[in-house]
């Protein structure tokens, strides 16, 4: 079955319950780029989890299932396969804390590649061992374990920021799989929707996940380059900490997310978190589109 359809098969609608927490909002002038986080915001996700390692623990069942859609024999085995690739994430994780990165992200095909190398030595498997297999069967897993869907009008706020001559971009915490199931469920590339590639910053590309200063201050670069100002920017996302915080740090306004309760994430046990204010509060894209669009 081919990839996207192998996606869609996995994925489905997530009812939200939107947050108590009231909104605040008010007319923005002079935006000219918004800059969005993914999971969470554009994304509502039945996960609570927002790192790798927080994942809740999953059954063999749910890694041989992906195993197969992705063409690989599995045989009979007394293995415990969750521990095994839990393993291999948390010694991917060592390896780049051992580097002195305080937020460090991990590249997820990496980890793959270890764990499946090791599951064809013990004979656990057979198949293809190719990238294409290998990202393949990240994919499937990725949709069983994190199954996401498009938050409601989300894809007409951004339709709308193109029609309006915005600059659209993304800082998150990601994988190579985020960007490519966003285009399949929004049914277009990302540069077709608007989104401007130079200021689309994945955390896997440079070592560093939310909120290291590193992510924020290249998205701030990259959009000086275009001629956008720090107070031209409005940063999109549903956590205090990971989301807000370091974008006030840049100078940009922030729009702090709350349409899904099961992933509002106050933080108010950091006290950064419960000093910083963010420029508007908004529970729906059409709030967010009063408050931006003239």
């Not at 992200?105 to 198949?127: R, T």
């Not at 031209?232 to 915080?245: C, F, H, P, S």
């Not at 702090?256 to 910083?276: P, W």
């Amino acid at each position: 079955m081919p990839l996207n359809k192998t996606v869609l098969s996995l994925l489905q609608p997530i009812e939200m319950t939107v947050s108590p927490i009231k909104p605040k909002l008010k007319k923005l002038f002079g935006i000219r780029a918004v800059i969005f986080d993914v999971y969470g915001t554009l994304f509502t996700t039945k996960s609570t989890h927002s790192l790798l390692l927080e994942s809740e623990p999953q059954s063999d069942t749910t890694i041989i299932e992906a195993l197969e859609e992705a063409d690989f024999d599995v045989f009979e085995h007394d293995a415990n396969l969750n521990n095994l690739y839990v393993e291999h994430v948390k010694a991917h994780y060592d390896i780049r804390r051992a580097e002195g990165i305080a937020y460090p992200e991990i590249n997820i095909c990496d980890v793959w590649q270890d764990f499946l190398n090791e599951l064809f030595v013990k004979g656990i498997i057979d198949g293809d061992l190719t990238e294409r297999s290998i990202r393949r069967v990240i994919m499937c897993y990725e949709c069983k374990i994190n199954p996401v869907w498009p938050v409601k009008r989300s894809l007409e706020f951004i339709r709308n920021l193109q029609d309006n001559n915005t600059y659209a971009g993304i800082i998150a915490t990601a994988q190579f799989y985020t960007p490519t199931i966003m285009e399949i469920l929004y049914q277009n590339s990302l540069e077709t929707l608007g989104f401007k590639r130079s200021i689309c910053i994945w955390s896997y590309e440079y070592k560093h996940r939310k909120p290291s200063p590193v992510l924020f201050n290249l998205c701030q670069e990259r959009l000086q380059t275009l001629g956008i100002d720090p107070q031209e920017v409005i940063y999109v996302g549903n956590d205090m900490l990971a989301d807000i915080v370091p974008a006030r740090k840049v100078g940009f306004k922030t729009a702090f997310f709350t349409g899904n309760a099961n992933s509002t994430r106050l933080r108010e046990d950091v006290a950064e978190c419960v000093k910083t204010k963010p420029t508007i509060i908004f529970n729906n894209f059409d709030q967010l589109a009063s408050c931006i669009f003239q």
